[in-house]
T-cell receptor, first 116, second 114 residues
Framework: GDSVTQMEGPVTLSEEAFLTINCTYT??????LFWYVQYPGEGLQLLLK?????DKGSNKGFEATYRKETTSFHLEKGSVQVSDSAVYFC???????????????FGQGTILTVHP | DTAVSQTPKYLVTQMGNDKSIKCEQN?????MYWYKQDSKKFLKIMFS???????INETVPNRFSPKSPDKAHLNLHINSLELGDSAVYFC?????????????FGPGTRLTVL
């Protein structure tokens, strides 16, 4: 079945440091890929997504590129802020018309803490 | 306006009790979901509904029974609660029953079974 693997956390960085959170996936066909973020005490919200190979999703300074050849969707940010402290989830779903009916399969989440 | 809302936010109860969690979305979406987040933050889908019809039942025990009275509501009833049911339950919705669509999550209901 489909699966998503994220780098182990927690990740602790100083403000303005460069962030990379690795994400690789296993899926049949060509899934859609997502990064969701969960701030403390809140639900998940979409950070960015990409629905086909070589697409780059970006939002709030975060970027991730859909790499079909390496089955990866690594999250990057050039300069993190204290307000970026949260749990980050990589996820996939099948494409429109797929037989998984849009269900999200999540990675295990990576806790990011950014210190001033 | 809250797009996806859940009640209650916290639920503490004894083993063996029956409880319900309610979810409402005001986005006009066709599809709603329940996810379970365990103590290690791992998220797994439980159910999805499209236009009040059950689409996904991800091998969840029969003690869990979702009900969708209309497209905007998806409730979760749990019978005979067990310690292992302690988790955060998230409701979500999407425009369509289709991969690639963004899912919008509620704030979660933290269930603690004593």
């Amino acid at each position: 079945g489909d699966s998503v693997t994220q780098m182990e956390g927690p990740v602790t960085l100083s403000e303005e440091a460069f962030l990379t959170i690795n994400c690789t996936y296993t899926a049949t066909g060509y899934p859609s890929l997502f990064w969701y973020v969960q701030y403390p005490g809140e639900g998940l919200q979409l950070l960015l997504k990409a629905t086909k190979a070589d697409d780059k999703g970006s939002n709030k300074g975060f970027e991730a590129t859909y790499r079909k050849e390496t089955t990866s969707f690594h999250l990057e940010k050039g300069s993190v802020q204290v307000s970026d402290s949260a749990v980050y989830f990589c996820a996939l779903s099948d494409q429109a018309g797929g037989t998984s009916y849009g269900k999200l399969t999540f990675g295990q989440g990576t806790i990011l803490t950014v210190h001033p | 306006d809250t797009a996806v809302s859940q009640t209650p936010k916290y639920l503490v109860t004894q083993m063996g009790n029956d409880k319900s969690i309610k979810c409402e979305q005001n986005l006009g979406h066709d599809t709603m979901y329940w996810y379970k987040q365990d103590s290690k933050k791992f998220l797994k889908i439980m159910f999805s509904y499209n236009n009040k019809e059950l689409i996904i039942n991800e091998t969840v025990p029969n003690r869990f029974s979702p009900k969708s009275p209309d497209k905007a509501h998806l409730n979760l009833h749990i019978n005979s609660l067990e310690l292992g049911d302690s988790a955060v339950y998230f409701c979500a919705s999407s425009q369509r029953l289709a991969g690639g669509d963004t899912q919008y999550f509620g704030p979660g209901t933290r269930l603690t079974v004593l």
